[in-house]
């Protein structure tokens, strides 16, 4: 998510100073990713238009982690290997450099971004409560992981940049992001909507929900005030990525928008993510 070129105007140079330090860690030296002509997507792929929206990017990668959680190997891993209760905004920081690094950068350094990802997963194994072992290089669960990111990414694009989107291309996004997920180890992988939403549906028996998943989602939907999720975006983002569930993920998490506000929130979000537009023009 690059900042763009520089303006004279003041408020869009306060939007995009928020923006690039919501996503860049400053404190390691982050800057936003530069677009490069030989990514591993060219510049007219799908993935350039979906993974380009702030707002949109937001509200799915909420999504996502709140569908991924539902797997028990998934939550083991984040909760054993991870200090996401300290530090969500983190995660998801660091989630969103993936995804733009992977995109946007040169491909010499979206390789070596996945070469530590997969460094990372080595270590991250351990059993259930119940004795299961799980293994984050297990690539079912690698291919859960990535299934409801691209899931999530692309609904939230289309309900809020681009309705009209064909389903051509949606399959085309998901043929795109194949190879990111193979790079990363995952099987099987949809290259299709069509495909994608038959994934879902076979892991469906498999997930659940219990006091480390509710745990998580209040950490994400209610984070503590200091964190930028707290804040009004944040918080809309938030009811935007609940928004975008499916209803048996809502029921499973236990959570229940009301009628009369869905339309407040995707009006709201449609709002931000026009105003980041105009910003970074």
């Known amino acids: ?43 007219t792929s799908v993935a350039w238009r979906v993974h380009g929206d702030v707002a949109s990017m937001m509200a799915g990668g909420i999504a996502s982690l709140l569908l991924q959680m539902l797997h028990p190997g998934v939550l083991a891993g984040v909760w054993d290997h991870s200090n996401f209760r300290a530090d969500m905004h983190g995660r998801l920081r660091r989630t969103a450099r993936f995804i733009a690094t992977t995109t946007y950068a040169d491909r010499c350094e979206a390789e070596a971004m996945i070469r530590r990802v997969r460094s990372v997963h080595d270590g991250v194994k351990g059993h259930l409560a119940d004795g ?51 790079a ?11 495909e994608a939403d038959r994934l879902i549906a076979g892991m469906r028996p498999a997930l659940q929900a219990d006091a480390r998943t509710a745990e998580v989602a209040r950490l994400i939907l209610y984070p503590p005030a200091a964190n930028w999720l707290a804040s009004v975006p944040g918080r809309l983002a938030g009811e935007a990525g609940v928004d975008l569930l499916p209803r048996w993920a809502r029921a499973l998490h236990g959570l229940s928008p009301s009628p009369l506000r869905t339309p407040l929130v995707r009006a709201g979000t449609l709002g931000v993510a026009q105003a980041l537009r105009w910003a970074f023009k």
């Open 1 to 43: 998510m690059s900042e763009g070129n520089r303006t004279s105007n003041p408020v869009k140079r306060a939007i995009r100073q928020q923006v690039v330090g919501m996503f860049n860690d400053s404190q390691r030296g982050e800057a936003p990713v530069v677009r490069s002509q030989n990514a591993l997507f060219a510049p």
């Open 132 to 182: 299961t072992p799980y293994d984050a290089n297990d690539p079912m669960l690698l291919a859960w992981v990535h299934v409801t990111e691209t899931r999530s990414f692309l609904d939230a694009w289309i309900r809020y940049g681009e309705p009209w989107m064909s389903r051509t291309d949606q399959d085309r996004y998901f043929a795109e992001m194949a190879l990111i997920g193979r």
């Open 184 to 194: 990363l180890g995952a099987e099987p992988l949809p290259r299709t909507r069509a």
